[in-house]
């Protein structure tokens, strides 16, 4: 979600970047490997951690979160805010030109043993569904009418057109790294699973918040389906987050609406939805065994 992590970067340099960490997770030899977004980069949920900080990685990610229980494991967490797929295979000039990200495909090798990955809200450009659907009205369909009209859906045919680029990915971390398990983390609940929204705590109305909803669950169906047809584990994120979307009370929501109210980046994210990440892809491997 490009433009909001932008808008956010600035705040973020200002607070966290005097207390930033060593990136010491950050080694060749690393055996669990996270690829993605800003969904795993977690921005503002802890510590800046790791370079460039354009990625605005944090240490409350779930990357980070989850490493302390796969010991002897280590991890070595690359994942970058605004990456799509074509950053696995290639540099990513982070947003505010706040650094060079190398591709995400180099960290892994044939010493990783787990490899999480959360792409494709990019590859949609997911960003122009949540910013597009904000109303100063609570009523109509702005975003639908926007994107899904004539028979014609928007973001249906993003997701159709990186179902192969998932593949793409899928099979060259499958070449890198030979001995891994992988996983492919889904998105969480962002918007109510059913019901209404919550304009005007977050403007966005009642048919939008079901047209987000949708898009969401088709998402996550492309990558469940892609996961599966390569062999590797989807992660289900959305099922145990239910009740927990932005529109939930502030003490009790694990996604953040269009204002936080808890550090994290707009519509992504807080540090318990990482590390409620974290629990879904830890009970996703005690059930692989």
């Known amino acids: ?36 977004d800003s969904y795993v980069a977690g921005a503002f949920t802890g510590l800046p951690t790791g370079q460039p900080f354009g990625c605005l990685r944090s240490t409350g990610n779930y990357p980070h979160v989850l490493a302390p229980k796969l010991a002897p494991l280590t991890l070595r967490d690359v994942g970058c805010s605004s990456a799509k797929t074509d950053h696995v295979f290639a540099p990513q000039t982070t947003d ?8 995400q495909l180099d960290a892994a090798t044939a010493a990783t043993r787990l490899v999480t990955i959360g792409l494709g809200a990019n590859d949609i450009a997911i960003s122009d569904a949540f910013t597009g659907c904000v109303s100063l009205f609570p009523i109509g369909s702005p975003c639908r009418d926007k994107f899904a009209s004539a028979g014609k ?90 009740g927990k979307d932005l529109c939930a009370a502030p003490w009790t929501k694990w996604i953040e609406g269009l204002v936080p109210t808890s550090p994290a980046s707009p519509f992504h994210p807080n540090a318990r939805g990482e590390a409620g990440l974290a629990d879904a892809v830890l009970t996703t491997l005690d059930r692989a065994g």
């Not at 970067?9 to 607070?15: N, R």
């Not at 939008?208 to 949708?214: A, E």
């Open 1 to 36: 979600m490009r433009l909001i992590l932008l808008a956010t970067a600035v705040l973020g340099c200002a607070v966290l970047s005097p207390l930033a960490p060593a990136a010491a997770a950050d080694t060749d030899t690393a055996n669990y490997v996270a690829i993605g």
């Open 96 to 103: 505010g030109s706040l650094g060079v990200a190398p591709p």
């Open 153 to 242: 859906d928007v973001f249906a045919d993003r997701i159709a057109a990186t179902a192969p680029k998932i593949d793409r990915v899928l099979s060259a971390v499958a070449d890198k790294a030979p001995a891994a398990e992988i996983l492919v983390v889904g998105y969480p609940s962002i918007v109510p699973n059913s019901g209404r929204g919550c304009w005007p705590a977050v403007p966005i109305t009642d048919p939008d918040i079901g047209y987000l909803r949708d898009t969401v669950k088709r998402l996550n169906a492309m990558l469940s389906d892609r996961a599966a047809a390569a062999g590797a584990t989807y992660v289900d994120t959305y099922t145990p987050r239910i």
